[in-house]
């Protein structure tokens, strides 16, 4: 983790879920799984956050609160989908007002299946994502961005 130069921001947004995978993403940040070590800040400002964490499919309601969330993000962001819910729609998937995963509205940089998604699982892939964070932040630096 020596690569990141600055503490990455979270946004957590649940969309049409059970509650099951939100839990988990909530219990990353006690002590028993501490993922504040990693120097990550919880924020409720998008416009504050590095990485998007969703939980729950996309329905007609909350579409544009994902998307408007997202586009007030700044760059670079990443989004993490967790839970079979956020990849894929779940069990839910052939229901009426489920359009599916979270990929059916933003770019998902990383997937965490799993229903409930363990925290384990949810930690290893708020890792990926800021690996990919840093790469887009190289990447812009690159261009001449910040």
């Known amino acids: 983790m020596s690569y990141i130069t600055k503490s990455p921001w979270i946004i957590h947004y649940d969309g049409s879920s059970c509650n099951g995978c939100d839990i988990e993403v909530l219990a990353c940040l006690t002590p028993l799984y501490d993922l504040e070590r990693f120097g990550i800040v919880n924020t409720g400002n998008p416009k504050h956050a590095d990485v998007f964490i969703i939980t729950g499919g ?61 925290p384990e699982s949810i930690i290893d892939g708020v890792v990926q994502a800021l690996g990919i964070l840093e790469e887009k932040r190289a990447k812009m630096a690159e261009k001449g961005g910040k």
């Open 58 to 118: 996309i329905n007609e309601l909350n579409r544009p609160i994902v998307k408007n969330t997202y586009e007030q993000m700044p760059d670079p962001k990443v989004v993490v989908a967790v839970g079979i819910c956020a990849t894929s729609g779940g069990v839910f998937r052939d229901c009426y007002n489920i359009l599916g995963g979270v990929d059916k509205v933003i770019p998902v940089d990383v997937y965490v299946p799993g229903c409930s998604a363990r």
